[in-house]
């Protein structure tokens, strides 16, 4: 058996307003959580973890960092195998530290490999960092009138090296975030084969939550936020709040302040819940 201390909530920042609240699961006077790791043992629980924890690592890196396009990158098989994943990865890797140093800028990734009912790869994921001067229209007569109508752009030195891709500006960063943490499912876990193998790829360094608020005892206001249940813990998020939303709570709750909230900042002067939804409910709002 294994335990570690807990305090009964935890809010973590994701920069932008954004917030997850977290309450953790704990018995009649017991002070940390036990886990009885047997129950991780089999192929299964290890596949069923892997994938929980790659959906839940996409999340947070969608989330927390500044993502500019939404993309779609694939192989062209003249010049790519279609079906060579990791050679896919690898090459592309390398290409983009390539354009990262050719413009001088941060190029950051996040990505998700899917596979086509043939098994042929492409990927869905996010970009930031790329000079708008690399960016093109797509053009009619050579490109889909359905691309060239949509407002999606092309990335032209991907496409002389891969394949085709597509861009879409990111409008919303909470829906974009839940919508491609949805690509981290047991149909890529299997087809990616091996347990313990990457279920996506990120550049680094990439941003992760911020602890802001340790909390203990019961918050009625908090529990009415967790819309995601599981063993050991609760969580939901919170939307369009300001940076003072974590410290609502130290005076009553908190026995660790985080830090001060502002003096010219009244609790009347903004909503205590902007919005609150779960992956699910996202998707359907959204659709």
Partial sequence: MIGEYRSDYVIKSCGNGVFKVIRFKRGSG???????????????????????????RVLELALCNDWEWFVTLTLDSAKY??????????????????QRRNYKTKFQFLLIPEAHKDGAWHMHGLFNGIPYSEVKPFEKGIHPDKLVKSGYMNFPAYSEKFGFCS???????????????????KDLSDRVGDLGKHLYDSSKPLKGYVDEAYINGSVPELDALLVNHGEFC??????????TFP???DDEYNYKPIKKEKEDVKETDFLFIADVINEDDLIKIYA
Avoid: H, P, Q
């Fill in 234 to 243: 609760s969580t939901g998020y919170v939307f369009n709040e300001v940076e």
């Fill in 81 to 98: 195998n279609r079906y060579d994943l990791e050679k896919f990865k690898k090459d592309l890797s390398r290409w983009i530290r390539n």
């Fill in 247 to 249: 410290t609502r709570y």
């Fill in 30 to 56: 017991v002070d940390y959580i036990k886990i009885d790791d047997t129950e991780y043992k089999s192929n299964d629980n290890k596949l069923d973890n892997n994938i929980c924890r790659s959906r839940s």
């Fill in 167 to 185: 861009m879409g500006r990111i409008r919303d960063k909470a829906k974009c975030a839940f919508y491609i943490s949805k690509y981290i499912s």
